[in-house]
């Protein structure tokens, strides 16, 4: 069996929609039910996006794939942002930094591959 590379934002995206979808627990727990779906959405697909990004066809293909995921990484910034505001949750500002990093590694990434083309 042949050991795969270890990929580190591969690793960091599921990391991540395994914590987020455990905090959308919490939100539907406190009836914050469209929250926690809008959450849960974006946070996961971060990961599936780039999961998706691996098995590319293209350099172009690759690099809009990784754009998606960067997107959704916002997006999921964005709902954390709310959160962080309105609801007294203690990992909100733990989920905020992941995600913040996922936005770093995944611009580097981005610009990286786009000087390659």
Known sequence: MQSKEKNIIVELSFQFAIDIANFSKQLE??????IANQVLRSGTSIGASIREAQNAESKPDFIHKMKIAAKEADETEYWLLILSETENLQNTK????KVKDLIFIL???IGTSKRSL
């Open 94 to 97: 733990e989920l905020l930094m």
């Open 107 to 109: 611009s580097k990434i």
């Open 29 to 34: 727990e406190k009836k914050r039910y469209v």
